[in-house]
């Protein structure tokens, strides 16, 4: 686990104070990031959400600022709806989504500024069950020729993530999209090697299953330290 420092987070995970300084969620250690995630998506799964930190008085209290505790990068498949998933509220989480959770130069931007000016320290790539990103890049290029020139870019990007798998496999779709993720991660922490930027995150990530509404984050975790 990586002590990313921080004023840590030593209250009831979700029942913020917006008047305490420490309460604010960019403040959070990348641990009690992620274990707040995780009670979040325990609530979903549990089908006990709060949907908390959505009345007018919290939004009231938003418009002076935002502070998310963390950064999702997930697909933009409708079945994934990031924030009902780990059941966070308004101005908790810092939300990028496109078909396949694939790191282009406007995402790696976005990501660079929740990490800069918001100060968001967890950054999460989830991808999820039966992803039809990851199933269609499978395809050859013969095969998808049809497709529209943005998609087929979009299916190139995850193409050398699922380079090494057998397509026939039964659990194939399942082993491209855990795949895809791990090449988003390590997509990110090459971007920011190579442009020597000394960004102050960790990355982690994390698969969401259709079924059980469960997250799954990656274990051995490939939490990286980005610095
Ligand atoms: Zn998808």
């Not at 990348?30 to 325990?42: M, P, T, V």
């Not at 933009?76 to 990031?82: C, K």
């Not at 087929?152 to 895809?180: C, F, M, R, S, Y």
Request: hydrophobic share 45%; aromatic share 6%.
């Amino acid at each position: 686990m990586v002590a990313a420092g921080g004023l840590g987070f030593t209250g009831v995970p979700g029942a913020l104070n917006p008047s305490h300084a420490s309460d604010l969620g960019s403040a959070l250690s990348i641990k009690a990031a992620i274990a707040r995630l995780k009670l979040g998506n325990e609530r979903f799964v549990n089908g006990e959400p709060r949907h908390f930190r959505s009345a007018k008085r919290w939004r009231d209290h938003l418009v002076e600022g935002q502070n998310p505790f963390a950064v999702v990068l997930g697909c933009a498949d409708s079945r994934v709806p990031i924030e009902l998933v780990f059941d966070q509220g308004f101005g908790d989480l810092f939300v990028i989504r496109n078909a396949g959770n694939v790191v282009m130069d406007d995402v790696a931007g976005s990501i660079e500024y929740a990490v800069k000016h918001l100060h968001t320290k967890l950054v999460v790539v989830m991808g999820h069950e039966g992803c039809g990103a990851v199933t269609a890049a499978f395809k050859n290029r013969k095969e998808r020729r049809t497709e529209p020139p943005e998609l087929q870019t979009v299916l190139k990007l995850i193409e050398p993530a699922i380079a090494h798998l057998n397509p026939n496999e039964h659990d194939a779709i399942a082993k491209g999209v855990e795949a895809n993720v791990l090449w988003s991660v390590k997509n990110m922490v090459r971007l920011q090697k190579e442009r020597n930027r000394a960004a102050d995150f960790s990355i982690v990530g994390a698969v969401y299953e259709l079924q059980s509404g469960r997250v799954r984050f990656l274990d051995p975790s490939p939490e990286v330290p980005v610095r």
